[in-house]
C-alpha cells in the first residue's frame, strides 16, 4: 500500500557501518517519511555533509517542498532508475571561485527541476555521479514528488 508522507529529514553520513556495494561509494537507504545517505569515508568533506543537512531541513521541514511516496521498502532506491522523468535532480560539481563565498552547496530548483551545486573539491566526482543516479530513480520515478502549493502527488510507480 503507497503512503504520502511530508519528508521530515535528509541525512549525511559519513564513515557509517552500513554496507555499501561493492564498487560504490555511498548508499542511500529510506524510512518512513526520512532518508539517510551513507558515504564511504573520503568521498565528502564532513562541511559539505553539514550544509547538506542544513539546507535540507530548511527545504523539507521549513518548507516542505517534497513527499514521499511510501510503499515500505528500506532499500528501493538500490534499483536502477526506470527512466520516467517525473523530476530531475542532479548533482554537479562547481569551481571554488564560482560559487557564494562560504557556501559548500547551493540548491536551485524550479517545478520539475533541481539542481545541487557542489563546491568543487568537497566531493568526489564518483559520489556526484552516484547521487544524480540515485536522485533519478527517487525522484525521477515518483518516489519522491515535488509539491509545488503544496499540493502532494502520487506518481510512484
Not at 43 to 66: F, V
Not at 79 to 103: Q, Y
Request: charged letters at 30%.
Amino acid at each position: 500500500m503507497l503512503k504520502i508522507n511530508q519528508v521530515t529529514t535528509v541525512e549525511f553520513r559519513t564513515g557509517t557501518r552500513v554496507e555499501i556495494p561493492s564498487g560504490r561509494v555511498c548508499r542511500i537507504l529510506e524510512e518512513d517519511g526520512a532518508l539517510v545517505v551513507h558515504i564511504k569515508p573520503g568521498e565528502a568533506a564532513q562541511s559539505l555533509c553539514d550544509t547538506l543537512n542544513l539546507l535540507h531541513r530548511q527545504i523539507l521541514g521549513g518548507e516542505g517542498r517534497w513527499a514521499q511516496n511510501w510503499d515500505g521498502r528500506k532499500t528501493r532506491a538500490d534499483a536502477r532508475p526506470k527512466g520516467l522523468r517525473i523530476a530531475e535532480v542532479s548533482w554537479r560539481l562547481e569551481p571554488a571561485e564560482r560559487m557564494p563565498r562560504g557556501m559548500d552547496a547551493l540548491p536551485l530548483e524550479e517545478e520539475g527541476r533541481f539542481v545541487w551545486l557542489i563546491r568543487e573539491g568537497l566531493a568526489s566526482p564518483q559520489l556526484v555521479a552516484e547521487m544524480t543516479e540515485y536522485l533519478a530513480r527517487i525522484t525521477g520515478d515518483g518516489l519522491w514528488v515535488q509539491q509545488w502549493g503544496k499540493k502532494a502527488s502520487s506518481h510512484a510507480r
